[in-house]
């Protein structure tokens, strides 16, 4: 029996020397060099593009050249278009809209999946571009296909979008004046930025329902109506700057809110920022000192850093509101969770126990 050390060092030394000479023969990423957006050169750039089959119009559609998916449709922000399930306005809404003087064109989300359907299909058609799934992203200023940004950021090659404001240990907002559920039910209104600067160009509908959706987890009905051609961000000084978004978001729609159980989601095409919220849905909107009920976030399909999927922008925005804080920002510094930016990023659905019974405590109270 003592031959068996020996042979299995050996074997071990054998199968150690395979691994090297296979990792200097096998070059990882077919010769693709990962670098960061700043340091790739054309011809490298032209490498990675032929690799993921990036057409000219996958570039051009990136960089916002093409025109919108959504052009000749009702929702391309040139008409008032309200969203609901069965495509009747609730009274409240209604009363207000009349009392105001504001014509629209109701319709439910059977329809409107339809014309984002046949809109997308036309596109894919006539550009190769499936505005749903766009093969590229810009980063940092550079076109980069979405699998490529992916390898970069799991290699810590490109940092995740810089969090607006961080904890290291959990803590949960308690607003006792936040928005909550009333008789179990939660209402969210979701503005679309209607100016040609602002107005999105990627559909993000069903991934904003399904990421509200996910709140039901918490014994809440969500009820997600959609406003198209309402919000008008051209006014913002800083076109870009998602603080400011959300301000003129805040300030343009609050006419919608009239309970607690009320809450906003806007969303644009680009932003500093993929998105950003008022943290427990309170701010002093007045500056008067004290803070407001403020049940308010914005979303943006695009940012300058790696993109979220639009799912995980939405869940983790509204969070905010119901009191749950930022998590930390590499994946390995939190449990699988909405809340941690790299957990984000990959497009996790669900809170941690801790996240989540913030979220239940402050949704449901
Ligand atoms: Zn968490």
Known sequence: MKWVKPLVGIFLVLVMLGMVVSAVIIPKQSDIPLKPPEKLTEGEL??????????????????????????????????????????KVPENIAKKLKGKGIDYI??????????????????IKKYGVDPANPRVEVVDGVVLPKEYVKILVEH?????????????????????????????????HVFVAKDGKHVPTEPFESDTK?????????????????????????????????GKLLDDLAKDTSWVIDSKNDIVIGWVNYANHNGVAYPDGMWDLNNDGTPDFAPYALCAVEASTPDWPHDSIVQHEASHLFGADDQGYWWWEHPP?????????????????????????????
């Open 46 to 87: 032209q490498m990675i593009y032929k690799k993921y089959g990036i057409t000219e119009n996958d570039i051009k559609f990136a960089k916002g050249v093409l025109p919108s998916y959504l052009k000749g449709t009702i929702l391309n922000g040139s008409k008032r278009v309200i969203v609901t399930e069965n495509g």
């Open 106 to 123: 109701v319709i439910s989300y059977e329809e409107m999946n339809k014309i984002i359907e046949n809109a997308r299909k036309r596109y």
């Open 156 to 188: 810590r090659l490109l940092k995740l979008e810089q969090p607006t404001y961080t904890t290291t240990v959990s803590s949960c907002g308690n607003p006792s004046n936040g928005p909550h559920a009333i008789d179990g039910q939660i209402e969210v």
């Open 210 to 242: 399904n990421a509200l959706e996910r709140f039901e987890n918490f014994n809440v009905n969500v009820q997600v109506t959609f406003y198209y051609g309402f919000w008008n961000a051209s006014d913002v000084s800083d076109w870009d700057d998602a």
């Open 337 to 365: 969770c909405i809340m941690n930016y790299g957990w984000a990023y990959l497009g996790v659905d669900c809170w941690c126990d801790d996240c989540g019974s913030c979220v239940a405590s402050n949704i449901n109270p």
